[in-house]
């Protein structure tokens, strides 16, 4: 069934109001008609399948059959992926991979060692980027769409550190601990049953400067190794998600 976005005013008690790009979309390209089923989401972890009316000429309405939780979040753990930027169209992958494993919030950040540049927070690749977590959003069933968000240096993400119950940097010279490691002794010394928040540290492709990892240390983060070999910067997140899936989700089931 199709899914589609809305925000909260554009549902009432019975009717949900659908206009724009997902009006065009529904029409021009699914060529949906009156009585098709679609699947609506508040964006805020609620789910609606919806009955099609007739369109107008810049809208479309649907009556709600039914309402349930959105089942495509992790009710015990909230992750921000802080991702030094990569060149080229490497954060199209990672946005896109990133929010079908559950991620809340990305922020790129300026390192280093980064290469590539957003000039502004006007930036069309940050509009971009927010489109491509959208649709990733749709296609994974998920109950929120991340938010991208505009630009960080790497010491304005260490100024967040108290945000978090843990913050991880994944630094391919750390050779004492493993996230794996860090996650049990963290589960040891924490029995609280609340959502976790959890930050996650990539860097760009040339990696950490051996300072930025010293800060980050001093500021609170947790540097883990990934494993025995080295990463690209697309895939070390991606791995780091799904590690934080099967400790999180692997518990409830």
């Not at 959003?137 to 993400?157: C, N």
């Not at 609280?192 to 240390?217: A, T, Y």
Request: proline residues 2%.
């Amino acid at each position: 069934m199709h899914r589609f976005f809305v925000k909260s005013d554009q549902i009432s008690d019975q009717q949900i109001l659908i206009a724009g790009e997902d009006f065009k979309h529904i029409t021009k390209v699914l060529r949906l008609a009156k009585d098709d089923l679609i699947e609506i989401c508040d964006g805020q972890g609620t789910d609606y399948q919806v009955a099609l009316e007739s369109p107008g000429s810049q809208s479309i309405s649907g009556v709600i059959k039914k309402i349930w939780a959105s089942q495509g979040e992790t009710a015990d753990l909230q992750v921000t992926l802080f991702q030094g930027l990569p060149k080229g169209t490497k954060m199209e992958v990672i946005i896109q991979k990133s929010v079908e494993l559950g991620v809340r919030e990305i922020v790129p950040f300026f390192s280093m060692r980064s290469i590539s540049q957003i000039k502004d927070k006007k930036d069309k690749k940050i509009e971009r980027w927010q489109r491509i977590a959208y649709e990733a959003a749709k296609q994974s069933k998920r109950g929120i769409v991340p938010a991208v968000k505009e630009l960080h240096t790497l010491k304005a993400i260490l100024n967040k550190v108290s945000d978090f119950d843990l913050l991880l940097l994944a630094y391919e010279d750390e050779n004492k601990q493993t996230l794996k490691k860090v996650l049990m002794q963290f589960e040891e010394n924490n029995e609280s049953r609340k959502r976790l928040k959890i930050g996650v540290i990539i860097g760009p492709e040339g990696g950490f400067d051996p300072q930025e990892v010293l800060h980050c240390r001093e500021a609170g983060a947790v540097s883990v190794s990934l494993g025995k070999r080295i990463l690209r910067t697309e895939t070390a997140g991606m791995v780091v998600l799904s590690q934080l899936n099967f400790w999180k989700e692997g518990v409830q089931s």
